[in-house]
Every structure is written in C-alpha cells, then in structure tokens.
C-alpha cells in the first residue's frame, strides 16, 4: 500500500474505535507522537490515551488527505459529544517508512483539551 492509503485505513479504523486493526498499522519499534501537549514514544500508549477519548467521539471526519512521498497531511474534524469541547479541528502530519506509520504529530488548539483534562495530561514515559 502507498503511505496515503495506509494513514486513510489508520484514520478509518479509529473513526470506527478498531484500535487493534489501527495497531497493526503502527510501527512497533521507534514510533513517535507527539500532540501540542502530549508525547507518547509507543503506539500502546498513544492508543490507550485514544481509547480513553472514545467515550466523548461521536465522529472523526476527513476534510482532507494529500500526500508527499512518505508525508501524509491530514485535515480532520474531531466531532465530540462532550459540549465543552464541541467539534476540534485538527492537522496531522504522518511519516510512514516500510509500509508502517512512524511518526504522527497533531496540531490542534491544546488549550481546550487541557481545560477538558483539568491540566492533568499525559506524557511520555
């Protein structure tokens, strides 16, 4: 599969909470995410954290995919149910090497999150 293809499965299987099919997409050694107030060195972690968020997900839309090379770029809406949030908008740059995502950093307004979280937010170990 072409990077682009592999971070559109990625982004499917957690608009529909398969964290196990998005797993297998992940690399298992040196993966990196890191968010405007969160860094996680393990897919296991950063997918723990998203399972933690599947509560208030009510939907994960795709605005945008476009691809260079192995950078994926994607424009999303987070949809939530939880009113204090609403819906985030998020940018996120994929680097996908030997068919597995690598690296995933997401860009989004942290404030909203943090208030969300009462400034208790998780980092890397």
């Not at 995410?33 to 998203?50: E, H, I, K, T, W």
């Not at 994929?94 to 969300?116: G, H, L, P, S, W």
């Amino acid at each position: 599969m072409q990077p682009k293809d592999i971070v559109a499965q990625f982004i499917a299987d957690i608009r529909a909470q398969r964290l196990d099919e998005a797993k297998a997409l992940l690399a298992a050694e040196g993966f990196e995410y890191v968010g405007p107030n969160m860094r996680f060195l393990s897919r296991d972690d950063m997918l723990a954290y998203q399972f933690g968020m599947f509560a208030i997900q009510k939907d994960l839309v795709l605005r945008q995919l476009s691809a260079d090379g192995e950078h994926v770029f994607a424009i999303l809406d987070y949809r939530t149910y939880f009113e204090p949030i609403g819906d985030v908008r998020l940018a996120v740059w994929f680097r996908v090497r030997e068919d597995k995502i690598q690296c995933v950093e997401t860009f989004y307004n942290a404030a909203v999150i943090e208030n969300m979280l009462g400034g208790s937010l998780p980092s890397a170990k």
